[in-house]
T-cell receptor, first 112, second 113 residues
C-alpha cells in the first residue's frame, strides 16, 4: 500500500521557533505538495515541488520555506513560527496530472 | 478567480438510501474534477477522478457526474452505510496560465443507522 508519512501527528511550538515538518513518500512520485487546512477555508497550497531541488510557491507561501534534497522527502519549514500558523498541515504526492493526490495523515501544529 | 462551492451544511440520510453531494464551480472549465473523503483528524483520501470530456464515472457504490454546462459535479453514494459518514471534498484542476488545483471546503455526510 502506497504511503505518505508525516513525521509528527501533533506538535506544540512557541512563537518565534523554527519549525520543521517532514514528509516522506514511498511511491517514487515526482510531485509533492504542502497544504494547510483551516475550518471554513479548506485546503490551501503553500508550496509544491515537481522535482528534486525544485520548488514553486503556492497560494500562501509567506512565512514558509521548503526543501527537497531527495525525491522521496519534502520538508516544510516555518522560519519563525507565529500563532496564525496554528493549523493542520497536510503533505501530499501524486504521479502526474492524471491522478489524485495521496495525502499523509497530517500534522496538527499549535503555536503558543 | 476560480471558486468551488460545496454545501457547507451537513447532510443526514438514512442507511440504505442514496446520498448525493454537489460541487459547483465558477469561471474556468476544469481539466479534471476529483472527489476525496476525509475523516476527522486525518488526511483526505482520493476516491474518483473525472475528466472534462467524461459525463460519468463509477466505482463500486460511488458515482460521479460532470456537467460542464451547469458547471457542476454530483457525487452519489448508493446503498449508504454508517461507515460512509465523513466529509467529502471536491477538487478541481484547471489551467489559468499555469495549472491550478483548488479544493472545496467539503460537505459532511452522516448516515443514520
Amino acid at each position: 500500500d502506497v504511503k505518505v508519512t508525516q513525521s509528527s501527528r501533533y506538535l506544540v511550538k512557541r512563537t518565534g521557533e523554527k519549525v520543521f515538518l517532514e514528509c516522506v513518500q514511498d511511491m517514487d512520485h515526482e510531485n509533492m505538495f504542502w497544504y494547510r487546512q483551516d475550518p471554513g477555508l479548506g485546503l490551501r497550497l503553500i508550496y509544491f515541488s515537481y522535482d528534486v531541488k525544485m520548488k514553486e510557491k503556492g497560494d500562501i507561501p509567506e512565512g514558509y520555506s521548503v526543501s527537497r534534497e531527495k525525491k522521496e522527502r519534502f520538508s516544510l519549514i516555518l522560519e519563525s513560527a507565529s500563532t496564525n500558523q496554528t493549523s493542520m498541515y497536510l503533505c501530499a504526492s501524486r504521479d502526474g496530472t492524471d491522478y489524485g493526490y495521496t495525502f499523509g495523515s497530517g500534522t496538527r501544529l499549535t503555536v503558543v | 478567480s476560480q471558486k468551488i462551492e460545496q454545501n457547507s451544511e451537513a447532510l443526514n440520510i438514512q442507511e440504505g438510501k442514496t446520498a448525493t453531494l454537489t460541487c459547483n464551480y465558477t469561471n474556468y472549465s476544469p481539466a479534471y474534477l476529483q472527489w476525496y473523503r476525509q475523516d476527522p483528524g486525518r488526511g483526505p483520501v482520493f476516491l474518483l477522478l473525472i475528466r472534462e470530456n467524461e459525463k460519468e464515472k463509477r466505482k463500486e457504490r460511488l458515482k460521479v457526474t460532470f456537467d460542464t454546462t451547469l458547471k457542476q459535479s454530483l457525487f452519489h453514494i448508493t446503498a449508504s452505510q454508517p461507515a460512509d459518514s465523513a466529509t467529502y471534498l471536491c477538487a478541481l484542476e484547471y489551467t489559468s496560465g499555469t495549472y491550478k488545483y483548488i479544493f472545496g471546503t467539503g460537505t459532511r455526510l452522516k448516515v443514520l443507522a
